[in-house]
């Protein structure tokens, strides 16, 4: 049992609340329902769920796929600020180190939606003030009138030198990706420092960490394989997981799909994700291989957090799985604005 030093029963009574949330969040056999009804049937049933007060109160503001979309918003901002306030001792700590790499995608959806013209309102929509960057920070961000104010309104947050640094590159090439690259190799950089600094729980903290980190790089020598274009893999890669950054360039450097998949058996260890590599027989879709390999990174946090009941892991595998019921609602929403087939919707959901 993982004990902290001010007693265990705090830190019990939490992990207890994160798996009662957790059995409450949206199952698999409900998306499939949801994959034959209407948009307003959706809604409907979104409504009775613990979306209810989200949906109820931006009712006369917003309509369908908006009202879903900014719903859904609130509602995961709401519950993640609500998580960090019940949260105790180093585990809060923990639990806000996670909740920053939410700072990078607000950020980046920003630029980007000032880079493509965005209405201030649609941007807000995708924003979820779970980081540092509260709402009032966010807004005032989106009121910005160019790319270059954003920047400079984040002076003397972690992410501004990075923006400075790599700004005029990402407006010259119309691309965030080096940016993003670089951000989330800091946030991780920060993030390892952090759980190595000697704190109680750091060990079980990092164990996520790295796994996350190895998702992350596998996801990544996915995409450069299946893109026309030539990028730098030193830039890709992440440090921190079990992949050295020359083991990154040489798996990068294979062509043949098999040889690549034996490769990087040889690494990585996890038995899920050997599974799926094993799977893996012919080449497949990026989207297809990233959804998948979402889920084997939700079942190995599945694993961790019954091996280790009463640490970071039960609250990390709460927060992970409902920002995914959160994305599958998105999709599931998109989806049928779009007119797509049910089997199309479902190669978008995370099961």
Not at 88 to 117: A, C, E, H
Not at 235 to 253: C, P, Q
Request: hydrophobic content about 40%; glycine content about 4%; overall charge neutral.
């Amino acid at each position: 049992m993982f004990v902290m030093a001010s007693g265990p029963a705090p830190y019990i009574y939490l992990c207890t609340r994160m798996r009662v949330r957790k059995s409450k969040l949206i199952q698999r056999d409900e998306y499939f329902r949801m994959l034959n009804m209407s948009l307003p049937e959706i809604t409907r049933v979104i409504e009775e769920t613990a979306y209810k007060k989200e949906i109820d109160e931006l009712g006369s503001n917003f309509k369908g796929i908006d009202l879903i979309e900014v719903a859904l918003s609130w509602n995961l901002a709401k519950e993640y600020q609500k998580i960090l306030e019940i949260t105790p001792g180093t585990l809060k700590q923990f639990t806000s180190s996670y909740l920053r790499r939410w700072d990078i995608q607000n950020v980046l959806n920003i630029l980007r939606g000032k880079m493509q013209g965005e209405k201030a309102g649609k941007i807000k929509e995708i924003l979820i003030p779970a980081g540092t960057l509260d709402r009032v920070t966010l807004d005032r961000l989106v009121a910005e009138d160019t790319i270059d104010q954003i920047i400079d309104a984040l002076k003397g947050h972690r992410m501004y030198p990075v923006l400075l640094e790599k700004i005029e590159e990402a407006k010259e090439t119309g691309s965030f990706s080096k940016i993003e690259n670089e951000l989330y190799r800091q946030f991780y950089a920060d993030i390892i420092d952090e759980a190595e600094s000697g704190i109680k729980g750091g060990k079980l903290f990092l164990s996520f960490i790295k796994f996350d980190i190895d998702i992350k790089n596998i996801k990544t020598l996915f995409r450069l394989r299946a893109d026309s274009f030539e990028e730098d893999p030193h830039e890709m890669f992440i440090t921190g997981g079990s992949l050295t950054v020359d083991d990154f360039v040489r798996l990068n450097a294979i062509k043949d799909l098999v040889e690549f998949i034996n490769a990087l058996k040889m690494i990585v260890h996890q038995k899920n994700l050997l599974v799926f590599l094993d799977e893996l027989k012919s080449e497949k879709k990026v989207r297809d291989i990233e959804v998948r390999l979402t889920s084997v990174q939700l079942d190995q946090m599945e694993w961790m957090s019954k091996l280790h009941p009463f640490s970071i892991h039960p609250i990390l595998v709460y927060l992970e799985k409902k920002k995914y019921e959160v994305f599958n609602l998105r999709a599931l929403a998109r989806g049928k604005e779009s007119k797509l087939s049910p089997d199309k919707i479902t190669k978008y959901l995370v099961m």
